[in-house]
């Protein structure tokens, strides 16, 4: 169980929500680090008393470090600052909930510090799975998954004695607001419809990552890697409801699910406290008053991220960091207004495709790779 932890992106929607899970469990926040926003992180530090704060955009960190000058707590900035948040003396586990795979460098900070790592921060598995499971082992530091399906699975196996015993993994998908919608219906859709999410209120690029569920396809790509199960055992089923988080199939076909009202406290409060379990924040689930769970089978034609990602990590290598980093520029431009929806997976294959095998890559690799895929979005509008 967590005593002292470090929270990377402390002011974003699983951050904050950490936030209130500490302080219902009287968990020590020892770090916090923030994209930007100083104004809410700047609350938070008053309020948490941390050792360290850091903040990413540098000119923001000039500002927060005048603002707290009162205080003794230290002040960072940059990629550096993330990894001293990672790094920070005291906590011994460290939440990654930062978005995109700027959380590759300070997750690999924090398990080289031999902290257990909280992760929410999906893109570090897609784009340097190998790397990080690698250090992972070879550091003796545990890895829990925050990810809603991902930590339903894992909440699922703890039932199960023998992992050999796992015929597959099914990952549940909402579907996101765009479910039922054809190629046709899709080609003018606005920023706004596309972050309508129906059931869950999260940050801007993960909700327009459940509109063209590529969030389902790097979501394919993490369970491979936390769980090391081949992209072919695990299957996705929409389930609009989004009440059950993930399920596991065992060798005598029968199914474990996980089950709870759509509330991301559940599994980020099952990371700080495993293996033991604690009365938290969140509402119970009324089955009746829900009344209907529903299934349908995903359309990958029309969703094609979904099917990219599992081309990528087939292919392995670097096109996972490619596809990941291709996506998260592309997703940067819709937000922007400068392309249009379907013009995401396109450009996802397309930098996906130019990149070249590397069969283990490092870090430095990965790093090129993001950037050249990232180029490569830019160049073509
Ligand atoms: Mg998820």
Wanted: glycine share 6%; aromatic share 4%; hydrophobic share 40%.
């Amino acid at each position: 169980m967590t005593n002292s932890l470090s929270v990377l992106g402390s002011t974003g929607s699983i951050g904050t929500q950490a936030l209130e899970v500490c302080e219902n469990l009287e968990i020590k926040v020892d770090a916090l680090a923030a994209g930007s926003n100083i104004e809410l992180l700047e609350q938070q530090a008053r309020r948490f008393k941390p050792t360290v704060v850091a903040v990413y955009d540098e000119r923001r960190a000039l500002e927060l470090k005048a603002a707290l000058k009162d205080t003794n707590i230290k002040v960072y900035s940059g990629i550096g600052g993330l990894c001293e948040v990672a790094q920070s003396k005291d906590c011994d586990t460290v939440l990654n909930s930062v978005v995109g795979m700027v959380g590759l460098l300070p997750t690999l900070a924090a398990v080289r510090a031999r902290k257990n790592i909280a992760l929410a921060n999906k893109e570090t598995l897609v784009t340097g799975g190998s790397l990080v499971m690698k250090a992972v082992r070879e550091n003796g530091v545990k890895l829990y998954p925050v990810d809603s399906e991902h930590s339903a699975i894992f909440q699922c196996l703890q039932g199960v004695s023998d992992k050999k015993d796992v015929n597959k993994l099914i990952l549940t998908a909402s579907g996101g607001p765009f479910f039922g919608k054809t190629k046709g219906e899709l080609e003018n859709v606005s920023v706004s419809q596309a972050l309508n999410h129906p059931n869950w209120s999260m940050g801007k690029k993960i909700t327009i990552d459940s509109a063209t569920m590529m969030n389902k396809g790097l979501e394919i790509i993490e369970a491979s890697w936390l769980f090391d199960m081949p992209q072919e055992k695990i299957e996705v089923v929409v389930h609009r409801e989004s009440i059950i988080h993930s399920m596991v199939e065992l060798k005598d076909k029968a199914v474990i699910a996980q089950l709870g009202v759509p509330d991301m406290k559940i599994p980020i409060q099952y990371a700080l406290t495993y293996p033991q379990r604690c009365v938290g924040l969140s509402s119970e689930l009324n089955l009746t008053e829900i009344g209907t769970l529903s299934f349908f089978k995903p359309d990958e034609d029309t969703f094609e991220c979904m099917k990219l990602c599992r081309d990528a990590i087939t292919l392995g290598g670097l096109c996972p960091a490619a596809a990941n980093g291709a996506n998260e520029e592309a997703v940067r431009l819709f937000l922007e207004g400068k392309i249009p929806f379907l013009k995401i997976p396109e450009l996802v294959s397309k930098a996906m495709h130019a990149q070249s095998k590397i069969s283990s890559p490092n870090v430095e690799d990965i790093l090129a790779a993001d950037e050249a895929a990232r180029e490569l979005v830019k160049a073509s509008i």
